[in-house]
């Protein structure tokens, strides 16, 4: 039997239909392959797109932190322009134009405070200059705090009366005899021993606005903050003449000078400056005193004590017997107390016992009725109080040593 035509054709047709099939798939398969390829290089390079952005953040990261803990500058936003953002430096009053990111663009408007680095790149905003005001001056248009509140300290109040209070309330009366009334009083003692109370005193007694501020709290910020805040303080008591000018911790500005050059001892010493000339600067005779207060008298650079600065300086000690028990006196007061209590003996007891000490004895006597669901304090309250609160202060001395 011989294959007729058809059945020759047909595994020829078959054998091209499958060839043509082969070569398709052969051709899609290039196709695929070389896309595969395109795909592999481009992966590859979104890889080392993606290692270099990784590197980029990973330094970024790294400036950031170094931005943030090198020494800063204040500066104010004048302009935002289209090349950058116009600062003015606090201190020197210098204008600088400095790159800024998208983000950081958006969230800045002139008038802004801004913390810069020694390159002049904004590091941070700042809160509003009110703010740091507010929490380092204490404005208080009448104290409330007489004389007689003062328990022990009786020649201290006459000499702020003649230092503080005179010039304030007969300024004529220097004029006439022909003498300047010391420039600046400085009130030095262990803490808690009644420095601001005689501040607040002779505010109140002279009717004067009672300007508080903390010389701590002036250094700890942002560099060329504090000879500014110095500057505002002393407007402010030009406001408000007649006035009382109360510096506490003045050894935070006023320290001797070290050997240490760092950024931090030239911000200090910047703030002093301001301060003396500040002080320079003043009318004695001027309706505003200036009184500073310090634990750490020796710590203090004798350049805030020449004539014409803080020339005039009072010592303010722990009370003696006598004082203990004058204020034992004064913050009992308003108290209910038994018959019997003996404040000689209690104040004979409460040896090295500070005025701020009393006055917490006091209150804790009181705690001690109350935990006893009594409303008359006893002598023996007093006692507890006092051995509670040197127990405390004991083991703040532990505490203090360990940390
Ligand atoms: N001599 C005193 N007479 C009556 N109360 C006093 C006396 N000294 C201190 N106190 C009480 O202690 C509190 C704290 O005193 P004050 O703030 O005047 O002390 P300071 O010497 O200024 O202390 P620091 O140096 O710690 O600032 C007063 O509010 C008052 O209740």
């Given at each position: 039997m011989t294959d007729t035509v058809d059945d020759v054709d047909q595994p020829y047709d078959d054998d091209v239909s499958k060839q043509e099939k082969i070569e398709a798939l052969e051709e899609q398969l290039d196709l695929l392959e070389s896309q595969n390829e395109e795909m592999r290089d481009e992966l590859l390079d979104a890889n080392a797109e993606n290692n270099k952005y990784k590197q980029k953040l990973e330094r970024l990261t790294h400036e950031n932190k170094k931005l943030k803990q090198s020494p800063l500058f204040v500066a104010t936003v004048q302009e935002l322009t289209e090349d950058g953002v116009v600062i003015k430096q606090h201190g020197n009053n210098q204008e600088a134009l400095t790159e800024v990111t998208e983000e950081m663009r958006e969230d800045l408007e002139p008038d802004d405070r801004v913390a810069v680095n020694n390159s002049l790149s904004i590091v941070k905003t700042l809160e509003d200059e009110t703010d740091v005001r507010a929490r380092v001056m204490q404005v208080d248009q009448?104290?409330?705090?007489?004389?007689?509140?003062?328990?022990?300290?009786d020649d201290q109040v006459s000499e702020v009366r003649e230092t503080v209070e005179m010039p304030l309330k007969s300024p004529e009366m220097f004029d006439e005899v022909g003498i300047d009334p010391p420039s600046g009083v400085l009130l030095h003692g262990?803490?808690?021993?009644?420095k601001t109370m005689l501040a607040k005193a002779v505010a109140n007694q002279t009717d004067a606005t009672f300007i508080k501020m903390a010389g701590s709290e002036l250094v700890?910020?942002?560099?060329?903050e504090g000879a500014k805040l110095v500057r505002d303080l002393f407007e402010l008591a030009r406001q408000h003449e007649p006035s009382v000018l109360f510096i506490d911790e003045i050894d935070a500005i006023a320290a001797k000078r070290t050997d240490s050059k760092t950024s931090g001892d030239a911000e200090v010493q910047r703030t002093m400056m301001q301060l003396l000339s500040e002080m320079d600067g003043f009318?004695?005779?001027?309706?505003i005193r200036i009184i500073a207060a310090t634990n750490?008298?020796?710590?203090?650079?004798?350049?805030?004590?020449?004539p014409g600065r803080f020339d005039r300086l009072i010592e303010v000690p722990k009370p003696d017997e006598t004082g203990r028990e004058q204020i034992f006196k004064i913050h009992t007061r308003g108290m209910n107390l038994a018959?019997?209590?003996d404040f000689e003996s209690l104040a004979a007891e409460a040896t090295d016992a500070s005025g701020a000490e009393i006055k917490a004895i006091c209150t804790e006597a009181g705690m001690f009725a109350i935990r006893d669901d009594r409303t008359e304090v006893t002598e023996a309250d007093f006692r507890d109080a006092w051995e509670k609160i040197q127990a405390e202060e004991s083991d703040d001395e532990v505490s203090k040593t360990f940390a």
């Open positions: 009448s104290p409330d705090v007489t004389y007689q509140d003062i328990g022990g300290l262990p803490p808690g021993t009644g700890h910020k942002f560099i060329g009318d004695e005779r001027g309706e750490r008298f020796d710590m203090l650079d004798r350049a805030i004590l020449r018959e019997t209590v």
